[in-house]
């Protein structure tokens, strides 16, 4: 009869335990919905961004930001993009960079990205440069995950930049702006315009951000 009793002490306690691990914190853990994304292709409509002869840099960031924005999806991101043709958000710039960080901050975005074209007067300068605010640590760990993750398509470690931009000021969560190559260096631009080139800058970009993410 005792050792019936302490049977059944012990399984009242395992029945504890069990509901303890199933504890609403748990659940709600468990069913938390996936980290989202903000992926913010510069400039489009009016804004045409850097332009060499017939190729714009909105053209080119639109390209490379779906191509992202589909990779983390695979891999179950949340994906929400400030466009996803070409038009501008507001009829000035700094309206339109209000509008697309604040899109962000609305949403309660995990990751503001934004994606932009650089350019320079020697024309020598290529590949990607990823950017963050100077002020947030966790954005200069996540410029550093992307960095690591584009180093095959920048040609060598590239460390990322802190830089003062108005997007990546007024967004209030870990921000970055990736310049995906130059458009003063014409072996950059060509490649730019090339979709399995730009499949690789978005698969770089993907990994960076997944890996930051934790997975
Ligand atoms: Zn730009």
């Not at 009016?46 to 924005?69: M, N």
């Not at 990546?168 to 870990?174: F, G, I, K």
Request: net charge positive.
């Amino acid at each position: 009869m005792r050792k019936l009793l302490i049977w059944a002490v012990l399984a009242v306690l395992a029945a504890g335990y069990w509901l303890i691990q199933r504890s609403p914190d748990t659940v709600a853990a468990q069913g938390a919905p996936s980290p989202l994304v903000v992926i913010d292709p510069g400039h489009g409509g009016w804004d045409p961004g850097a332009v060499r002869g017939a190729v714009y840099e909105k053209t080119l960031t639109l390209a490379v930001a779906l191509k992202t924005g589909l990779l983390l999806q695979q891999r179950d991101r949340r994906v929400y993009y400030t466009r996803s043709r070409d038009t501008a958000l507001s009829t000035t710039v700094i309206r339109d960079l209000n509008q697309r960080a604040g899109l962000a901050n609305r949403l309660g975005a995990t990751i503001f990205c934004s994606v932009h074209v650089n350019i320079e007067s020697t024309g020598t300068m290529a590949g990607p440069i990823v950017y963050f605010t100077p002020t947030s640590g966790s954005s200069y760990r996540l410029a550093k995950s992307v960095s690591r993750a584009l180093v095959p398509l920048a040609g060598q470690v590239r460390p990322p930049r802190p830089i003062r931009q108005w997007v990546l000021n007024v967004a209030q969560m870990p921000a970055i702006n990736v310049e995906i190559g130059f458009l003063s260096h014409q072996q950059d631009t060509l490649n730019m315009q090339s979709a399995a080139h730009q499949r690789q800058l978005a698969l770089g970009i993907a990994q960076g951000i997944s890996q930051y993410l934790g997975r």
